[in-house]
């Protein structure tokens, strides 16, 4: 069984401050760990992955994640957001091999970036 | 360019009126996925094939139902579709060479 857990639904921030969305997951199995962004009417688009190689991630548009197993978690950032950063941000889990296919998201958590 | 692509990007249906949301890729990948994403929630699995073989959520209502005649094509069909349903649609494919999933732009289904 795999889940993601999402802290803060709505996060804001000013134009040109640190992003910091956090993501906690649950695998009873190696994780792969995904963020998804997600602009409004559109499909979710893949920023950055952690596939059991290097525990800090970088991703498109300059975000980055670090993979820390002892904490369980797996947070987004930016040094600096960008307006154009405005957007819904997905976590998700998927079991690491074998024929578990799912992709299991948590719950979402909305950016606003203040000029 | 486009690699999963869905159609229509928009559809408006009637109560109890069937209806079907079409999903096509041009990346060749065996596993497809279909979720439906209520206004500010996740996306919710509702099933996904890998090859022919079909996997059902357990909690995927039977009013929804999916097709796949080939590798490229899979099709959402809602039988009845309630108020309940109206929703973004979305497809996504996957090989298992590569852990992430492919998304395609999605269909907002609107249901009067």
């Known amino acids: 069984a795999q889940s993601v857990t999402q802290l803060g639904s709505h996060v804001s921030v000013s134009e040109g401050a640190l992003v910091l969305l956090r993501c906690n997951y649950s695998s009873s199995v190696p994780p792969y760990l995904f963020w998804y962004v997600q602009y409004p009417n559109q499909g979710l688009q893949l920023l950055l992955k952690y596939t059991s190689a290097a525990t800090l991630v970088k991703g498109i548009n300059g975000f980055e994640a670090e993979f820390k197993k002892s904490e369980t978690s797996f947070h987004l950032t930016k040094p600096s957001a960008h307006m154009s950063d405005a957007a819904e941000y997905f976590c998700?889990?998927?079991?690491?091999?074998?024929?578990?296919?799912?992709?299991?998201f948590g719950k979402g958590t909305l950016l606003t970036v203040n000029p | 360019d486009a690699m999963v692509i869905q159609n229509p990007r928009y559809q408006v249906t009637q109560f109890g009126k069937p209806v079907t949301l079409s999903c096509s890729q041009t990346l060749n990948h065996n596993v497809m996925y279909w979720y439906q994403q209520k206004s500010s929630q996740a996306p919710k699995l509702l099933f996904h094939y890998y090859d022919k073989d079909f996997n059902n959520e357990a909690d995927t209502p039977d009013n929804f139902q999916s097709r796949r005649p080939n590798t490229s094509f899979c099709f959402l069909d809602i039988r009845s579709p309630g108020l309940g349903d109206a929703a973004m649609y979305l497809c996504a494919t996957k090989t298992t060479a590569l852990p992430e999933a492919f998304f395609g732009q999605g269909t907002r289904l609107t249901v009067v």
């Open positions: 998700a889990v998927s079991a690491y091999g074998g024929s578990n296919y799912k992709l299991t």
